[in-house]
C-alpha cells in the first residue's frame, strides 16, 4: 500500500508480500482490531504470527481489488475520514495521534481508501455471486428450529438501596404520585440507576429467585412492595413482557439468509487465499513481531 510509514531498525516490523513490506501501523491496527475481537488484553506469539497471517491474507486480496473496477470516490475517502476525526475530542487530539503513530493525513486516507475497495472487492467477487434459495433456508430453519425459540421474559426497572427504611420512604414516594425513573436517578445504589433503573430483559434463572418470583408475577406497568434479596432492598416495576413462542420462517429468513451467504462467502474467499498464496512470495519474520 502507498504511504508506508517510515520506523527505526529497532521498532521494525518485518512482513513482506512479493517484496512490498507492510508497515508497523498496519500490523499494530490489526493487532489491536485482533484483541477488540476476541478481547483479549494481551497477544501471545502465537496470536501475533496468525494476526500476521491475516494481514497477508488481507493483503493479497486488496491487491487483487486493485486490479479491479473498485476505487471509491474521492467523496466516500473524504466521507469515511471525517467519521474518523469526529470520534476523537478535538481536532488537537486526532493531529497529536497521528504525530505519535508517525503518520499524516495522506497516510491515513490511503488506509481508508484501501478499506473501501477491499470492502467492494469482496461484496462485487464474492457476495454478489451468492444465490441463496427458498429450499436452504427452509431446510436450514428446520435443522435448527431450536435456534428460533423465544424463552418467556420480562423486562424490569428497579430500585436498590441497602437500608429498609430508605425503601420504605421511596415506596411511600412512589405510592404518592412520584415518577419511579426519576427515583431510581435519584437514590438506585445500583449502577442501573443511571438508565432509570432499567435492566433490559430477561429470562428465568438469570436474576436472584426472590427477584425473578416478583418479576415474574407483576403485569405491565405494576410496581412491586419493597422486598430484600442478599443485594439489599429493592422496588420492582415491570415494563414490558415477552411471551415463550417461536419464531417463524418469515420473521428470521433475512437474517438465516446473511448466515448462509457468510458462510459460503468465506469458503469462496478461502480458496481464494490458498491460490494467491500459492503464487506470492510471502515473508514473514516471527522475531520482528
Do not use: W
Not at 115 to 144: Q, R
Not at 280 to 286: G, L
Amino acid at each position: 500500500m502507498s504511504g508506508r510509514t517510515k520506523s527505526t531498525l529497532k521498532d521494525r516490523i518485518v512482513i513482506k508480500v512479493n517484496n512490498q513490506e507492510l508497515s508497523k501501523n498496519e500490523f499494530q491496527g490489526a493487532c489491536y482490531n485482533y484483541m477488540a475481537h476476541t478481547r483479549k488484553q494481551n497477544l501471545s506469539k502465537e496470536d501475533k504470527l496468525l494476526v500476521a497471517n491475516q494481514l497477508v491474507d488481507t493483503n493479497l486480496l486488496l491487491n487483487e481489488g486493485k486490479k479491479g473496477d473498485y476505487e471509491p470516490d474521492q467523496s466516500l475517502v473524504d466521507d469515511s475520514f471525517n467519521r474518523l476525526v469526529s470520534q476523537f475530542p478535538s481536532q488537537e487530539q486526532f493531529d497529536k495521534t497521528l504525530e505519535e503513530m508517525g503518520d499524516t493525513v495522506e497516510t491515513v486516507k490511503d488506509r481508508l481508501r484501501d478499506d473501501i475497495i477491499l470492502k467492494n472487492y469482496i461484496e462485487g467477487e464474492f457476495y454478489s455471486k451468492i444465490s441463496v434459495s427458498d429450499d436452504a433456508l427452509a431446510a436450514f430453519y428446520k435443522e435448527h428450529e431450536d435456534k428460533f425459540v423465544t424463552e418467556k421474559q420480562v423486562k424490569a426497572s428497579h430500585i436498590l438501596v441497602k437500608e429498609e427504611k430508605d425503601i420504605e420512604e421511596i415506596n411511600t414516594r412512589i405510592k404518592s404520585g412520584e415518577v419511579f425513573e426519576d427515583l431510581a436517578k435519584e437514590h438506585s445504589e445500583c449502577p442501573s440507576g443511571q438508565n432509570g433503573g432499567d435492566l433490559g430483559f430477561f429470562g428465568k434463572g438469570k436474576m436472584v429467585p426472590e427477584f425473578e418470583t416478583v418479576a415474574f408475577k407483576l403485569g405491565i406497568n405494576e410496581v412491586s412492595d419493597p422486598f430484600k434479596t442478599d443485594f439489599g432492598y429493592h422496588i420492582l416495576k415491570v415494563t414490558d413482557k415477552q411471551e415463550e413462542g417461536k419464531q417463524s420462517l418469515e420473521e428470521v429468513s433475512a437474517n438465516i439468509k446473511r448466515h448462509l451467504e457468510q458462510v459460503e462467502a468465506q469458503k469462496t474467499i478461502s480458496a481464494k487465499i490458498v491460490k494467491l498464496r500459492a503464487g506470492a512470495k510471502i515473508e514473514i519474520d516471527e522475531d520482528s513481531l
